[in-house]
């Protein structure tokens, strides 16, 4: 991150919250959305040389969105499957993630500017605040690092049957990203 941008980030993260908590007290999380459905990504595959592999591609419009969070400094995770976006869901979302951060402590909630991050989504949260980055900024986020290696290891070139699957599948791929904290950890 450039130095311009981190002393701004910190300085917004001052701004934002309570006064009485003190900085070390302060769990930094990333949050974002990522749409997973059957036109999903296309990635290499291992081939005899001189062939071409066949690759799926399914033309239906079945898509889970994602809600994903992540402190890299702890490891811990958070996440929530849902059929639509709504800023209702990024309440539960944001709920999520204030029950689990440990009590004393005050989480900062780091996000893009999607139309449901609005600033009152955190007004009922004590320990939760939000900061936006700058926009058309996706490489400051690292949980796009996360939807990356997701799609990479886990759902592309993969035939879904419809929404059960797609969020069975997209469960069985977190759980298994974050079943090992120092990969969370080094990722993000």
């Known amino acids: 991150?450039?130095?311009?941008?981190?002393?701004?980030?910190q300085l917004e993260t001052i701004l934002n919250i309570p006064g009485s908590v003190a900085l070390e007290l302060v769990d930094i999380w990333f949050q974002d959305e990522a749409r997973f459905g059957p036109q999903n990504t296309t990635t290499r595959l291992w081939a005899r040389k001189g062939t071409r592999p066949r690759a799926i591609r399914q033309q239906q419009f079945d898509y889970a969105h994602f809600f994903g969070a992540v402190c890299p400094e702890t490891g811990e995770t958070e996440a929530l499957i849902v059929p639509y976006l709504s800023k209702d869901i990024m309440r539960q979302h944001l709920s999520q993630i204030a029950q689990r951060t440990k009590a004393g402590r005050h989480a900062v909630v780091v996000m893009d500017g999607a139309g449901w991050h609005t600033a009152d989504i955190a007004d009922e949260f004590t320990n939760l605040s939000i900061i936006k980055l700058p926009p058309y900024s996706l490489e400051l986020n690292p949980i796009e690092q996360v939807w990356s290696w997701l799609r990479q290891h886990y759902l592309a070139n993969r035939h879904f049957q419809g929404y059960e699957d797609i969020v069975n599948a997209c469960s069985d791929a977190w759980n298994n990203f974050i079943s090992d904290t120092k990969r969370v950890m080094s990722l993000c």
């Open 1 to 9: 991150m450039p130095k311009r941008l981190l002393k701004k980030f």
